[in-house]
């Protein structure tokens, strides 16, 4: 994966605690939660970047 981009993510505070207590069920940070859903989402649609 190389180098990664940061951006602001403005979420309502029940979306934000339904995350971070997701993350921590599964021990990874908020951050770390959005980019595994992200990354599943990506996949699931089939449109995943090739490496």
């Known amino acids: 994966m190389g180098d990664k981009k940061s951006f602001v993510l403005r ?3 029940e979306t934000f605690a339904a995350i971070e207590k997701w993350a921590q069920d ?3 940070s908020v ?3 959005l980019e595994y859903i992200i ?3 990506l996949k699931k649609a089939k449109r995943m ?3």
């Open 26 to 28: 599964e021990f990874r």
């Open 31 to 33: 951050n770390g939660q």
């Open 11 to 13: 979420l309502n505070p």
């Open 39 to 41: 990354s599943e989402a």
């Open 49 to 51: 970047p090739k490496s």
